[in-house]
């Protein structure tokens, strides 16, 4: 199903495309948990990194490490088992799982480390970018989990949706898999099939969605105007922060001012993040200079701040949309417009990545991606985990939450079950009233049945089966995308001009 575009971490391409090694990284890495991205075709490092390590600091590290009396245990750890367990051992496994197992002991789904033949398949991945599924994937609790599809790419149109566990992958259970295994699983050539059994919060089955890979869009920034009370507003939807949105958005705001705007909304919901220059870029285009951007700090509390050199901010009003799947640089936006310029965020509570990743290359072809810092807001927050709240709060209407109904078997009067409710949630949300909501088919949800079957020219049974919950999905996708349901795009219009 494809309810909206909106709907939404190893910075990788899961066959998507990802943002390029250099790029997202810089190495920094802004998109949530560990990202798998398909929305940055750059390749360049940027010049603003927080935190890479000079070759004097790299070699203090090992300097470090060296002296340590527990790196002799590892080392008398190594040589027993290499000397005298009761077969022979490949000793690169032992080095790479002492790895991993430090990596493991951080319990910290940000910060991973990437063999040579992991990094291999990562630099080829780039190379042959813009080509996948286009969805941002999370580690979440050791579950691989859909953190958002993006704008226009298959994974959209197959109807992945913010929070889709991925238990396997062309049937192949997920467990035990790292992020970036089954990355490698899920990506592929254009034209080529991927099917995802998925476990959807809410859903009372596994959902089986097969989706055909494709290039993935690379424009990052989308226009348009709409009307309020007589004024010009001009929107802007953001759907990543790659290489070039901060130029697309220049180009786009400037489009807009010329055509005579009264008010900008920012749309970032289902925005899972990225590069943090082009975020930073973009908000220098709008707030003043009198806090600061972004506050990164490191371990030690030391803190860099990052401003704007405007010493005003913009003449017209604007309002930022924010939902469960805006994440990381579209959180630093959301709370810098909110703390910096007093803008209102309209929406719901944002994902709450506050943490930054160094990529450290290990010298032999593997890197290590280390959490290193914290970014805090103008205000010196920390959102990490607990996500922007909006300060004006909106959930779309219910019937966008549904999702497609599971039908093992027809089922009608006196069944009962979540998979009933959510065909009811549907049935409401596109004008089919009944007394029961519940979960249980009644009489009422019968007749609602009959109704819509009949006016979708289906045979008429009052009993739901494959074909009617097809067609139930379909109208459903339809309604999403009316800008008339769109409860927080309508606030956020409507916010603009009631102080």
């Known amino acids: 199903m494809n309810w909206k575009g909106r709907h939404i971490i190893v910075l990788v391409v899961v066959a998507l495309l990802v943002g390029a090694a250099g790029s997202y990284a810089g190495m920094q890495w802004f998109a949530p948990q560990q990202t798998a991205t398909s929305t940055n075709n750059s390749s360049s490092?940027?010049?603003?990194?927080?935190?890479?390590?000079?070759?004097?600091?790299?070699?203090?590290?090992?300097?470090?490490?060296?002296?340590?009396?527990?790196?002799?245990?590892?080392?008398?750890?190594?040589?027993?088992?290499?000397?005298?367990?009761?077969?022979?051992?490949?000793?690169?496994?032992?080095?790479?799982?002492?790895?991993?197992?430090?990596?493991?002991?951080?319990?910290?789904?940000?910060?991973?480390?990437?063999d040579q033949e992991t990094m291999k398949q990562f630099d080829q991945s780039i190379e042959s970018s813009f080509q996948g599924i286009g969805a941002e994937v999370s580690?979440?609790?050791?579950?691989?989990?859909?953190?958002?599809?993006?704008?226009?790419a298959p994974a959209?149109?197959?109807?992945?949706?913010?929070?889709?566990?991925?238990?396997?992958?062309?049937?192949?259970?997920?467990?035990?898999?790292?992020?970036?295994?089954?990355?490698?699983?899920?990506?592929?050539?254009?034209?080529?099939?991927?099917?995802?059994?998925?476990?959807?919060?809410?859903?009372?089955?596994?959902?089986?969605?097969?989706?055909?890979?494709?290039?993935?869009?690379k424009q990052s920034v989308y226009k348009d105007t709409k009307q309020v009370d007589g004024k010009k507003v001009g929107v802007l939807e953001i759907s990543s922060f790659s290489e070039e949105t901060s130029k697309e958005f220049k180009t786009a705001l400037t489009e807009l001012e010329e055509a005579g705007i009264k008010g900008l909304v920012i749309d970032v919901r289902g925005n899972p993040g990225g590069l943090f220059t082009d975020v930073q870029d973009i908000l220098k285009q709008l707030v003043p200079n009198d806090k600061p951007i972004v506050q990164i700090e490191s371990r030690n509390g030391e803190n860099s701040k990052y401003f704007s050199e405007r010493e005003s901010g913009k003449e017209y009003p604007i309002s930022v949309l924010i939902d469960e799947g805006s994440a990381s640089a579209s959180e630093i936006l959301a709370v810098a417009m909110k703390e910096i310029g007093d803008h209102p965020v309209v929406g719901t509570t944002s994902f709450g990545k506050g943490t930054v990743?160094?990529?450290?290359?290990?010298?032999?072809?593997?890197?290590?991606?280390?959490?290193?810092?914290?970014?805090?807001?103008?205000?010196?927050?920390?959102?990490?985990?607990?996500?922007v709240a909006?300060?004006?709060?909106?959930?779309?209407?219910?019937?966008?939450?549904?999702h497609p109904v599971s039908v093992e078997e027809t089922f009608g009067v006196a069944s009962s079950g979540d998979h009933v409710k959510n065909a009811q949630q549907m049935l409401t949300g596109l004008g089919y009233e009944q007394a029961e909501t519940d979960g249980s088919f009644g009489e009422g949800t019968q007749a609602a049945v009959e109704a819509?079957?009949?006016?979708?020219?289906?045979?008429?049974?009052?009993?739901?089966?494959?074909?009617?919950?097809?067609e139930l999905e379909?109208?459903?996708?339809e309604e999403v995308q009316k800008e008339e349901n769109d409860k927080q795009m309508q606030k956020a219009l409507e916010v603009l001009f009631s102080s």
């Open 390 to 402: 909006p300060t004006v709060e909106v959930r779309q209407p219910e019937f966008f939450y549904t």
């Open 139 to 152: 580690m979440v609790e050791d579950t691989v989990t859909i953190v958002a599809p993006i704008k226009g």
């Open 45 to 114: 490092t940027s010049e603003e990194s927080f935190g890479d390590l000079s070759e004097e600091e790299q070699k203090s590290f090992i300097e470090d490490m060296q002296g340590s009396s527990n790196l002799q245990k590892v080392e008398k750890a190594y040589s027993i088992i290499n000397e005298r367990y009761v077969q022979d051992v490949d000793k690169n496994k032992l080095v790479e799982g002492a790895i991993e197992g430090m990596i493991e002991k951080l319990d910290d789904p940000y910060s991973t480390y990437m």
């Open 452 to 470: 819509f079957q009949s006016e979708n020219g289906l045979e008429v049974t009052g009993k739901i089966n494959e074909e009617t919950a097809g």
């Open 357 to 387: 990743q160094q990529a450290v290359p290990m010298g032999d072809g593997s890197t290590l991606k280390l959490t290193m810092f914290k970014w805090l807001s103008p205000d010196g927050n920390w959102i990490h985990e607990e996500g």
């Open 156 to 217: 959209e149109e197959a109807g992945l949706k913010p929070n889709d566990q991925v238990m396997k992958i062309d049937g192949e259970s997920t467990e035990g898999l790292d992020l970036q295994e089954a990355v490698n699983k899920i990506r592929g050539e254009k034209g080529t099939d991927v099917t995802l059994t998925v476990e959807r919060p809410g859903a009372p089955d596994l959902i089986y969605i097969t989706i055909t890979r494709d290039e993935i869009p």
């Open 474 to 477: 379909k109208k459903v996708v």
